[in-house]
């Protein structure tokens, strides 16, 4: 899923929709007094997610013309659900799986067992910080499961999930902050269906992922090319446990929609 077109090719690009960024979230934040206190560290984990995802975008394996609208399909999608970042610890979630996401489609290098751990390792965490998210715990073993290179892998990926569990419960247990799970578990509750855009939405999403399928599937050339079969199934997949979080947990924060972001950029542009 590497492409041979270099990153410099689109530095001019990517700059203009960074700078396009920069100006949207400060305008946003300013407005927002209740964030100033949080403000620098709001921007600087909305700043490396956005930097990290236009890295997997710029060395996935693209033709020029598609790249392009990739990158500013998912510019906007990143910027019009900046709301997110208000809250920090979905900030924080985000760009744990926005690495999550690099590691599994091979952007980011890393030996194998250890990629495979840290990623077990940092979707355990989001879990923690958002329940949700715990879906994707079992969405990333099946992909270690169907894509492994190495029996290892699916070990260290259980391995990076239960030493992660033991340090965080061993952690909250000596800091005597072992209640707020406590207290989560008591006042756990779903959040209000809203079906005057929840439905459309989850409608939409369906269309996308399905629409993806499709095209994934019946594209001769990709149906050769493993990497980029594996790589865009992990896409679907992960577009569609996105669809389950949303249909149930989604509430009034339509700003989740960033999550998808990247996948819906790629499937929607795959085939212009």
């Keep these: 899923m590497y492409s041979n077109s270099s990153p ?22 300013n407005l927002k007094n209740d964030n100033q206190s949080f403000f620098w560290e709001i921007f600087i984990i909305s700043c490396l997610s956005f930097i990290i995802n236009i890295g997997i975008i710029v060395s996935i394996n693209f033709k020029n013309k598609t790249k392009l609208f990739v990158l500013i399909i998912f510019s906007l999608l990143f910027i019009s659900s900046l709301q997110v970042f208000e809250s920090i610890t979905l900030g924080i979630v985000y760009l744990l799986l926005s690495v999550v996401s690099s590691l599994i489609l091979g952007t980011l290098p890393m030996s194998s067992s250890l990629k495979y751990f840290n990623i077990g390792m940092l979707v355990t965490i989001s879990s ?27 070990s260290q990926y259980l391995a990076g999930i239960f030493v992660t569990l033991i340090l ?14 406590l207290d989560w578990v008591n006042h756990f509750e779903f959040p209000r269906f809203h079906f ?13 992922l399905i629409y993806g399928f499709v095209n994934q ?41 960033l999550f998808v972001s990247l996948p819906i950029s790629l499937i929607v ?3 212009l």
Excluded: C
Aim: proline share 2%; hydrophobic share 60%; net charge neutral.
């Design 217 to 257: 599937y019946t594209n001769k050339k990709d149906i050769h090319d493993l990497k980029i079969l594996n790589g865009y199934s992990v896409l679907l997949l992960y577009l569609f446990s996105w669809i389950v979080i949303y249909a149930f947990f989604m509430g009034e924060n339509y700003g989740l929609l």
């Design 8 to 29: 410099r090719n689109y530095i001019f690009v990517i700059l203009g929709l960074f700078a396009i960024f920069l100006g949207v979230f400060f305008y946003f934040f």
């Design 128 to 154: 923690f910080l958002y329940f949700p998210t715990a879906i994707l715990l079992l969405l990333f073993f099946i992909v270690t499961v169907l894509y492994y290179e190495e029996k290892i892998n699916i």
């Design 269 to 271: 542009s795959k085939s």
């Design 196 to 208: 005057e855009y929840q439905i459309p939405i989850l409608i939409v999403l369906a269309f996308i």
């Design 168 to 181: 965080i419960i061993e952690i909250m247990y000596l800091t005597d902050q072992f209640y707020r799970i």
